[in-house]
T-cell receptor, first 114, second 113 residues
Framework: ETGVTQSPTHLIKTRGQQVTLRCSSQ?????VSWYQQALGQGPQFIFQ???????GRGNFPPRFSGLQFPNYSSELNVNALELDDSALYLC?????????????FGPGTRLLVL | QQQVKQSPQSLIVQKGGISIINCAYE??????FPWYQQFPGKGPALLIA?????SEKKEGRFTISFNKSAKQFSLHIMDSQPGDSATYFC????????????FGPGTRLSVLP
């Protein structure tokens, strides 16, 4: 196991609702990234947080937002859910400056939007 | 320019055979090329990675071959085992992480016993 945990494991929402997904980083990791993985696709980078500030963002609209807390846990919030938001949402924690060599993924939250 | 192409989409190999997955990229600024293994219900796990200053890296049964001039890299799994059955993703990044981290679409490998 990677030490990165995510909750909930599964979630069903309806279009227009809001959702909050949670991630607990591996101990000592100060950077967290969120990815969206559509069915049959590779993960797509949403954004990254370091020291509680957004530190890079992929091609996702502002209704995708995040938070990182002092204990390095993190949240992904998605407003005004759309059907295309149905996907596996992965968080990955890493050490700033160490990059992908230390990036560990959680098991993901599978979101279904009806 | 940010795309990473991956083939084949799916692969079936007999136990003991060699599995080969290929990836290609366009952005010459990429400087780190990891491969991830993902089992159903799990997040991707780093398998092996290479930087463009070497042409090959081997770890156990897993080997990455890298062709900088062709902008291609591949994963070879020697002596493939049923436990290797998973989805494999190549990726490319600049500086190791962040918005420059790009994944291929994945290859579903099935190793038959």
């Amino acid at each position: 196991e990677t030490g990165v945990t995510q909750s909930p494991t599964h979630l069903i929402k309806t279009r227009g609702q809001q959702v909050t997904l949670r991630c607990s980083s591996q101990s000592g990791h100060n950077t967290v990234s969120w990815y969206q993985q559509a069915l049959g696709q590779g993960p797509q980078f949403i954004f990254q947080y370091y020291r509680e500030e957004e530190n890079g963002r992929g091609n996702f609209p502002p209704r995708f937002s995040g938070l990182q807390f002092p204990n390095y846990s993190s949240e992904l919030n998605v407003n005004a859910l759309e059907l295309d938001d149905s996907a596996l949402y992965l968080c990955a924690s890493s050490l700033e400056g160490q990059g992908a060599e230390t990036q560990y993924f959680g098991p993901g939250t599978r979101l279904l939007v009806l | 320019q940010q795309q990473v192409k991956q083939s084949p989409q799916s692969l079936i190999v007999q136990k003991g055979g060699i599995s080969i997955i290929n990836c290609a990229y366009e952005n010459t600024a990429f400087d780190y090329f990891p491969w991830y293994q993902q089992f159903p219900g799990k997040g991707p796990a780093l398998l092996i990675a290479i930087r463009p200053d070497v042409s090959e890296k081997k770890e156990g049964r897993f080997t990455i071959s890298f062709n900088k001039s062709a902008k291609q890299f591949s994963l070879h799994i020697m002596d493939s085992q049923p436990g290797d059955s998973a989805t494999y993703f190549c990726a490319a990044t600049i500086g190791g992480y962040g918005q420059n981290f790009v994944f291929g679409p994945g290859t579903r490998l099935s190793v038959l016993p």
